[in-house]
């Protein structure tokens, strides 16, 4: 098999902004996450244009095609942005992030396992879509059965389907959560490759441990219910040892332990990660958050207030949920809020002691922790019972839902300018880093809001026809934010790809001010 | 007031800037005011300690105000309150499949079943085949509740041991033609999944 760092150099485009420095003698902690990142940027490309498509063709007068083409558009689009895009991103950076604080390699068959499932998984789904599944991102259960009983897909497109969100789900479940005990507990550090050391006690380290952990326990029933099914429908489990975790409630119940739960722990990863760039970033050289027992503190608030909010996902499946438990999914929703405005305060009171030194990917990483709020926002709010009836399957949802996978994807495409230099031996272009975060500031935030309001107006989620109840024109704001969105992503690209080489004294004045150590 | 922040998609979106514009504005004042490289790191820190105090004070009143208020807002409540205030509830039932409902209620005016007085209604639901939603729109096109519908096991001819039918009561307090829509993704024709109810004033 050709190394990663092949791969990325064959691949036309692409590889030209990822390409592996191999001068540095960081290839092990640099190869496998620049081939993650890379391809990362390859699904958020065909995410972009399967979500441009979803408001056009409503603007469309297609007939039966349009509303084919809308679902199909908006499956592909949910499955290609949130996992291998957004999730392999986070691995990417996550793990070189883990690798040079920790020295540890990234290497062996644990990271390769997770790229070819994640992205043969991946492949995989979209095929299925290709041919007709239309489930959208959370597979609505028991729908790709029933869409197959009432003649809308077959049951191979379904098996399929399954197979690539097995492999999608084993990648998350398992396969990372494996890779970072590893690195975090088990073998010795190569001082070649500790290049910011830090415990893990760090803030900047605790929540990447944090958030391996959740997915490792929450996942484990949703991949016992799934494969048991996916077993079904291979022929391995007989029925009636499959029936349990057909059962609708079972599947739902699993699917969002996990669900929710996927999103706090992106969310646990990219605070810490944002608490370790800040501090590199500051106008004094101080190099150390307001306070790291408050950040430590907002992070635990998070997790545990986290866990078991799930059950706000429950308040309109089941209106008969217990009122007990509906509201503790509607108080721990808050809670998180609590974690959030403990966060909120060590960001700010840092940057308020210590300075800022101004830099197009820290600039990133606070414009993702605005949007960050202003999604947290949104949760909360439907998440309370009472509003939760009112917005729940409105427009509302999705707005929550793109606004969170934008606001991390924007933290990590910050953090990643802070590693880039490592992993490439390139200096982006600061000027397009800069402009690409004022197009993100109007498509982000004018996006969210706009979706909001349309789903306090009732615009429903998943539907293709916004003309039935007069709501094109927030399908208009829609298109024309996403539009800018994408311009801000295509401007991201160039500002890699026209990055400048740098070498000897300069690389290692940069790695140093950067706050990475000398490496040369 | 209340009634409009707590029971109306606006109020929510209200709540929503409530929380993030404060935020906002002073976040970019931070950031600007501290991005000249002018760190002035010992007379910027004075007081910090209190502002955290002040802070997470302002936070949790805020967070309980606005979650203790929601209380009598929530359906529970407003069903437990329903049952207290009028004897007769009515009683609708539906059964939603790919892609229609299937409705019954207690009045038939005009030939058509699906008309309620004015006053508390039990929406009973359950879903025939995969999830669906029972949401109800105004006359002025304002969501005023919805509610999803599960089936049972696909593999089991749709019977399941864990579940009922799902139930809410809501009080109309005008007459008109309310839209049934289902707000949950339900295959390749469910924008076309809606339904009408009409709510005539009572004899009361």
């Known amino acids: 098999m050709a190394s ?28 496998w996450p620049a081939l993650m990142i890379m391809t990362s940027f390859i699904w958020l490309a065909v995410a972009g244009l399967l979500g441009v498509v979803m408001p056009l063709v409503q603007f469309l007068d297609l007939g039966p095609l349009g509303p084919d083409l809308y679902y199909t558009a908006l499956t592909g689009h949910g499955a290609a942005l949130a996992f291998p895009f957004v999730f392999q991103l ?28 994640m992205n043969a998984g991946a492949l995989l789904l979209t095929v299925a879509i290709l041919f007709g599944l239309k489930i959208s991102l959370v597979v609505m259960y028991p729908l790709p059965v029933v869409g197959v009983q009432t003649g809308q897909w077959s049951m ?15 990648t998350m479940i398992i396969l990372y959560p494996i890779q970072v005990i590893k690195m975090a507990f088990f073998g010795k550090a190569r001082q070649e490759l500790l290049l910011s050391p830090r415990s893990l006690q760090d803030p900047g380290m605790l929540g990447m441990l944090m958030a391996a952990f959740v997915l490792l326990i929450a996942g484990i029933p949703l991949l016992i219910v799934a494969s048991t099914i996916l077993g079904f429908l291979y022929g391995i489990v007989p029925p009636f040892l499959a029936s349990w975790a057909a059962e609708t409630v079972v599947f739902q119940f699993a699917f969002f332990i996990f669900a929710h739960n996927l999103m706090e722990a992106m969310a646990l990863m990219v605070i810490s990660a944002v608490y370790a760039t800040l501090p590199l970033y500051l106008a004094d050289g101080t190099r150390k958050l307001y306070s790291e027992p408050l950040a430590r503190i907002a992070l635990w608030i998070l997790l545990l207030t986290s866990l078991t909010s799930f059950f706000h996902h429950f308040i309109t499946l089941f209106p008969n949920l217990p009122a007990a438990l509906a509201y503790h999914g509607n108080i721990m929703s808050f809670g998180t809020g609590i974690g959030s405005a403990l966060s909120i305060f060590t960001i700010l009171a840092t940057i308020w002691k210590h300075g800022l030194r101004p830099a197009p990917g820290l600039m990133a990483i606070l414009l993702g922790f605005v949007l960050y709020i202003l999604d947290g926002a949104s949760a909360v709010v439907t998440s309370n019972v009472a509003w939760s009836f009112q917005l729940h399957g409105t427009m509302w949802q999705s707005g929550h839902t793109m606004t969170v996978l934008v606001s991390m994807a924007l933290m990590w495409m910050g953090v990643l300018y802070h590693h880039y230099p490592v992993i490439t031996g390139r200096q982006i272009d600061e000027q397009l880093g800069n402009l690409f ?19 306090a107006a009732g615009m429903p989620r998943r539907f293709a026809d916004w003309g039935q109840g007069g709501w094109m024109g927030y399908g208009t704001l829609i298109l024309i934010f996403g539009l800018i969105l994408g311009i801000a992503y295509v401007v991201y690209a160039v500002s890699l790809y026209r990055s400048r080489e740098i070498a000897g004294a300069e690389f290692n004045k940069l790695l140093v001010d950067g706050g990475w150590g000398t490496v040369r | 007031m209340l009634d409009f922040l707590y029971l109306n998609g606006w109020g929510a979106m209200l709540m929503v800037l409530f929380l993030f514009i404060p935020f906002l504005i002073i976040f970019v004042y931070v950031v600007y005011k501290k991005s000249t490289g002018q760190g002035s790191a010992d007379s910027a820190s004075s007081g910090l300690s209190t502002v955290e105090w002040v802070w997470m004070a302002l936070v949790l009143v805020v967070f309980v105000g606005v979650n ?33 409902y299937d409705i019954s209620t207690p009045l038939l005016i005009n030939g058509s079943n699906r008309t309620v007085e004015v006053g508390p209604v039990r929406f ?8 669906h939603s029972f949401a109800i729109y105004d006359p002025d096109g304002d969501v005023l509740f919805t509610m999803m519908l599960m089936p049972g096991n696909p593999l089991k001819g749709m019977k399941s041991a864990l579940k009922g039918p799902t139930s809410i009561v809501y009080t109309f307090d005008k007459p008109g033609t309310y839209t049934v829509r289902c707000l949950e993704y339900c295959g390749i024709n469910h924008h076309n999944m809606r339904d009408q109810l009409i709510v005539v004033a009572g004899n009361n």
């Open chain 1, 90 to 117: 986070m691995v990417g950076v996550g793990l070189h992030r883990m690798g040079s604080c920790r020295g540890q390699p990234i290497t062996g068959p644990i990271p390769a396992l997770i790229y070819i499932f």
């Open chain 2, 68 to 100: 203790v208020i929601s209380i009598s807002y929530m359906p529970t409540v407003q069903t437990a309150r329903a049952a207290v205030d009028e004897a007769n509830i009515q009683q609708v039932n539906i059964t939603a499949g790919s892609w229609f």
């Open chain 1, 156 to 170: 191979n497109v379904v098996i399929l389907g399954f197979t690539g969100i097995a492999l999608v789900l084993i």
């Open chain 1, 437 to 455: 975060v004022k197009l993100c500031a109007v498509g982000c935030v004018g996006g969210a809001v706009v979706m909001l309001a349309g789903g």
């Open chain 1, 4 to 31: 990663p760092t092949t791969i990325v150099g064959n691949i036309p485009f692409f590889g030209r902004m990822f390409a592996v420095d191999q001068s540095t003698g960081l290839e092990d902690i640099n190869a």
């Open chain 2, 124 to 131: 009973s639901g359950t879903s025939s085949d995969t999830m």
